[in-house]
Structure formats: C-alpha cells, structure tokens
C-alpha cells in the first residue's frame, strides 16, 4: 500500500511509523534503504509521541458521529475528507489548504456555486459576421416573426 502511495505522491524523505512488525521487518528497511528515506520509529503506546496523528484522528472521529444519521461510514468519510482538504489553514505556509499546497490549485466545490459570476460577455467577431452575412444575403433581408 505504502508503494502505491509513494508511486503517486513521491518518496518521502522521512517516515515516522510504531514499532509494528509490518515496519520492522528486513523488507521495510531495505526499501527504505534503497529509496533514501529515513526511517523514524516512535514508542507505539504513548499517543503524545505522535501529537499530530492523534489529534487528526480525534478530529475524524468527532466529524464522523456527527455525521452518523446522514448514512455510510464511506459516504461520512468522504464527505469529511473532502471538507477537510479544501479548508484553508493558517498554520500553513500563506494560509493555503492542504490541496492547494499539494496540487497548487484549489478546487471547486459546492460553494463556488455561491459565488456571483456576472455574464460573460459574448465576443461577436464583427468582421466574420459580416463576411456570413455578405454570402448568405441575411445583412438585406426583413425577417418577421
């Protein structure tokens, strides 16, 4: 799973993992090895060594019971997820969401469909219209309706 992730978003330089056996195993290390990236093992049972980690997941959790009546667990997920990454953070560099760091753009969402878009105007390219017109003859004729 770790190789699929790695192939789509790069090799990090660093990884921080418990001492679980699918991160201690000669495998593992090797292809960290191989790939450049240093393999950082914290103690698996305090959940202050990984302060992050814990309060992302604390953050989940809270906004999947709240979405526990609105149907599936994937659906919630989904939804969290896709919230979640297109909210902007101010501990990040320029305030920027986490997409937007990762891919450089934001993305559109339902409340893009908020925004006023005033009508684009129509470029009428005069000069084709009046070659049209010329060789179909509609610049002279009357048409009613």
């Known amino acids: 799973m770790l190789k699929e992730i790695f192939v789509r978003h790069g090799l990090p330089e660093t990884f921080v993992s418990d001492h679980g056996p699918q991160f201690a195993n000669n495998c593992f290390l090797k292809f960290c090895g191989d790939n450049g990236i240093r393999h950082i093992r914290t103690n698996p049972y305090p959940p202050a060594s990984n302060g992050q980690c814990e309060r ?3 953050t989940m959790k809270n ?3 709240k ?3 609105s149907g599936s667990i994937d659906t919630s997920l989904q939804t969290f997820l896709a919230n979640y990454r297109v909210t902007p953070n101010e501990n990040a560099p320029e305030g920027k969401s ?3 760091l ?3 753009r ?3 969402t339902v409340f893009d469909l908020l925004k006023y878009k005033p009508e684009e105007s129509i470029r009428r390219n005069e ?5 049209y017109n010329r060789r179909h003859g509609y610049g002279t004729k009357q048409r009613s309706f």
């Open 67 to 69: 979405q526990r009546s």
């Open 106 to 108: 934001q993305p559109r």
């Open 102 to 104: 990762t891919y450089g």
């Open 56 to 58: 992302m997941v604390g």
């Open 127 to 131: 000069k084709m219209e009046k070659q």
């Open 98 to 100: 986490p997409v937007e």
């Open 63 to 65: 906004a999947l019971e």
